[in-house]
């Protein structure tokens, strides 16, 4: 379900297109709905892996990303704040989620939870409705229209029309994966290029510790339900912390330096992970989730106020769609991945070890990448030479003859000719005698 929720997001980005972000939420909301609710009736696992994982997961896809897009429409000056409350939601159903399944798993079963969870999912399309429509946001060129021009300007030849329709056919393919999945963006952005490449690698090891940590505990000793606990505890603290990072990262200090703040808490985190693995006492694994819920806050809420930093909103849509698919890739195979460590090593707190070091990596990775890129900018600006106004002191249209302003006294055309730039720009000097002419005119 996680990586359908990522990868849906150029399937996304083309209903944002077309359709705009509240029907496209409303639309997720829907999925999502009925994908629990089919779930309640699926007979295998199979059918659950098609059920809750798919149809759900691309239904959340469609009603978060197209949420997150929305919020670069709505707010400018506070967005970071915004993109912080937005994120709490979050944060609130780590919490809840967990406490609120296993009651219902145990008073009513799971068929009927998922019947419940169905009937909460459908609110999304409630949520949708209340949207405020962002008018003239996206204005692209729809595929349809594309292929329309392509093959439009086609020869009768069979031999030429068969290639001009392979040629009409790339190009359409080309512009499609320019629009929606913004590889134009990605080759000529680097800013861009080295924050979707730095996240893609930190995802590996950022979801290692939520799916590993409750087995973890219970492997050494805690109980059941104190290790559900510590998902909930990490849940908690980031209802508050969010709202508290995105004030921070609002401020004036972290304009334009808000990647370098994003860095240090993926560094933050992924030396968290250390802690988890010297000991697996439940005070320290309290301890840990203290320290990860921190720094999991503050990843939480500039995950994607830096891409709107980084990316020009008009094209945040399809940007978000790359994004997100690439994370898709490492959420899916990172657990298996540790999942196969741990059957090789026999040992949970090897899993924390990778975890640590793909999070440290890629905040080493981002870090410097955009230090090295700003003061690349910074010298180009400096060796750039100043740019020359070449029409500054010169005129383009220069009378060959004085003309006299019309219905103007003597006085003002003779001053207007003798101090007018026209005269200079002719090629000649003041002569004494031509001054005494016009006083002598004027006088007359």
């Not at 939601?89 to 798993?105: C, D, E, F, H």
């Not at 290790?227 to 909930?232: D, E, G, K």
Request: aromatic share 12%; hydrophobic share 45%.
């Amino acid at each position: 379900m996680t990586a359908v929720l990522h990868a849906g997001g150029p399937l996304c980005s083309i209903l944002v297109d077309r359709f705009g972000c509240r029907v496209t939420v409303m639309v997720g909301g829907l999925l999502s709905g009925v994908g629990m609710v089919a779930s309640a009736f699926s007979n295998s696992l199979s059918e659950l892996y098609l059920t809750a994982g798919f149809i759900t997961g691309l239904g959340s896809s469609f009603s978060f990303q197209a949420g997150v897009t929305v919020l670069g429409y709505y707010f400018i000056q506070r967005r970071a704040l915004a993109n912080a409350l937005a994120s709490t939601g979050i944060s609130i159903g780590m919490t809840l989620w967990p406490l609120i399944s296993q009651n219902l798993l145990d008073e009513m079963g799971w068929r009927n939870t998922f019947l419940i969870f169905g009937g909460v999912l459908l609110n999304c399309c409630v949520c949708g409705a209340v949207m405020r429509p962002v008018p003239g946001k996206l204005s692209a060129l729809s595929l349809k229209s594309c292929s329309e021009q392509s093959a439009g300007g086609m020869p009768n030849g069979n031999t030429s029309h068969h290639k001009e329709q392979c040629q009409s056919r790339f190009t359409v393919c080309s512009q499609t994966l320019k629009k929606y999945l913004a590889f134009d963006v990605f080759c000529k952005n680097k800013g861009y290029q080295i924050y979707t490449l730095g996240v893609t690698w930190m995802v590996m090891g950022f979801v290692l510790p939520l799916v590993y940590l409750v087995p973890y505990a219970i492997l050494n000793g805690v109980e059941e339900q104190k290790a559900a606990l510590l998902i909930s505890i990490i849940g908690f603290i980031n209802i508050f912390m969010r709202p508290i990072a995105g004030l921070l990262s609002g401020l004036s200090v972290f304009t334009g330096r808000r990647i370098y703040l994003f860095s240090s808490a993926v560094m933050l985190n992924g030396l968290s992970n250390l802690i988890c693995a010297v000991s697996a006492e439940y005070r320290i694994l309290v301890l840990y989730c203290s320290v990860y819920s921190v720094s999991m806050s503050v990843i939480g809420a500039l995950l994607f106020q830096v891409l709107m930093d980084v990316v020009e909103m008009d094209r945040f849509s399809s940007a978000l769609g790359l994004f997100t698919i690439l994370e898709s890739i490492t959420i899916l195979i990172g657990p298996p991945l540790a999942g196969l460590l741990v059957d090789v090593t026999g040992h949970f707190s090897y899993v924390f070890y990778a975890s640590s070091f793909f999070m440290v990596t890629a905040s080493l990775f981002m870090g410097l990448s955009f230090c090295m890129l700003e003061a690349k900018n910074k010298r180009k600006e400096v060796n750039k030479p100043l740019s020359e106004d070449l029409s500054k002191g010169k005129y383009t249209e220069v009378p060959t003859e004085f003309v006299p302003v019309k219905n103007s006294p003597p006085e003002v055309i003779a001053t207007l000719y003798t101090f007018s730039p026209f005269r200079y720009a002719q090629g000649f000097a003041p002569k004494r005698q031509h001054w005494m002419g016009v006083f002598m005119r004027t006088l007359a």
